[in-house]
């Protein structure tokens, strides 16, 4: 099993709440960490039928003959029990008492807010992140390996052909999560959607382009949009709210939380397909938005990353608001460095006086500064990036 960095940190919360929330795309991991993390404590599967009924039928019973808590893993089966999982342990007054695990984040979220505010800690499961896949003196893969591959543990568990995984996940989303958060009259539609979604990630957010492309209404596309915000497949990225500017870009950016999974909608079937696609670059910025926000969640921090354009093409790729300061970061696939990789950055540099620390991340393999801009290979982040 590949030990996952936020282990650490939902064993430390076990200690301080009477709840742990994991919530993540399906296939993420959820189940194998927190039964990795808590070896010792009782396991029930709400996708399991007979636990299902009787966790709805009489859910007081139910927790009842669990007088020490539990896994209850895929709670969004079964989201009532979550009330009367606060009536327990606020009777009880006892930490990691619950370890609840689920995916379809606006209608869990909706019913943990409502009943186990102040209660529990929340934590956010994406795929394995590059350091976890091949960190720790594993065998090094090319980088187009990487962006084909992408990072569901179920690939890199099983050793599946990423093709046919991705293809069988594809399936399975569609015909449960997807028709269980919204009627779709048209699946064949709906895949198509996906599939011109995965030629947007790293682009702007065009409603139009979408709805034209798909022969779809623009409220449609806002509606699938948000499904595929609700189950983790996609995440928008939005614009920096400090108004440097009158004219900022204010749409937020398309991103795919697994690059292997929009390089399997792109239809690219070999690693090979990579080295001259014209989508070969934005998928190298799906990647690395992705590992920066996978960094941060695994380590409990929040999801604190914006982008900069303004209306004339002045742009930089990421700005991590720290709150006292801003961070940006720009992204570029190339092995070599060359001048033009930090324009964005130099504009920002002077815009904003306040940037005291500004990165690159790139395709190359060296750690170095230049001109006071930390210059990052993208299989150092997890080591360096943020340091």
Not at 246 to 252: D, G, V
Request: glycine share 6%; aromatic share 10%.
């Amino acid at each position: 099993m590949i030990k996952r960095i936020v282990e650490q940190h939902i064993l430390r919360l076990a200690k301080q709440y009477p709840v742990v929330t994991i919530t993540g795309l399906r296939q993420s991991g959820k189940t194998t960490l927190s039964q990795a993390a808590f070896p010792h404590k009782h396991y029930i599967s709400l996708e399991n039928l007979d636990n299902r009924r009787m966790a709805v039928k009489d859910p007081r019973q139910f927790l009842a003959d669990l007088p020490e808590g539990a896994i209850l893993d895929d709670i969004q089966r079964a989201p009532d029990l979550l009330s009367y999982i606060q009536v327990i342990v606020d009777e009880r007054k006892k930490e990691g008492m619950f370890i609840l695990t689920g995916s379809q984040q606006f209608e869990l979220m909706d019913s943990i807010n409502q009943s186990l505010a102040g209660r529990t800690a929340l934590v956010k499961l994406l795929p394995l992140s590059y350091a976890e896949c091949y960190g720790a003196g594993k065998k090094m893969p090319n980088l187009n390996s990487v962006l084909f591959t992408g990072f569901y543990p179920r690939i890199f568990d099983k050793k599946l052909n990423p093709t046919e995984g991705l293809s069988f996940y594809t399936t399975t989303y569609i015909e449960r999560d997807v028709r269980s958060l919204i009627q779709i009259q048209d699946i064949s539609r709906f895949e198509m959607f996906l599939k011109v979604c995965a030629t947007q990630t790293g682009q702007i957010l065009n409603l139009s382009h979408l709805s034209n492309e798909c022969g779809i209404a623009v409220n449609t596309v806002k509606s699938w949009l948000s499904v595929l915000e609700a189950s983790y497949i996609i995440f928008l990225l939005k614009p920096h709210h400090k108004n440097f500017r009158k004219r900022l870009i204010k749409s937020p950016k398309l991103y795919f939380v697994d690059v292997g999974l929009a390089a399997f909608l792109l239809d690219i079937q070999d690693e090979t397909h990579l080295k001259n696609h014209p989508l070969r670059g934005a998928l190298f910025e799906t990647f690395i938005v992705t590992e920066i926000l996978k960094k941060r969640l695994n380590h409990i921090q929040t999801n604190n990353l914006y982008y900069f354009r303004d209306n004339v093409g002045n742009e930089v790729d990421i700005l991590m608001d720290m709150g006292s300061e801003v961070v940006p970061v720009e992204i570029k696939s190339g092995q070599t460095v060359v001048d033009e990789f930090f324009k964005g950055l130099k504009f920002y540099q002077k815009l904003n006086s306040a940037v005291r620390r500004s990165w690159l991340i790139y395709g190359g393999d060296k750690f170095y500064q230049e001109n006071g801009i930390n210059v990052c290979p993208y299989d150092r982040i997890e080591e360096k990036f943020g340091q």
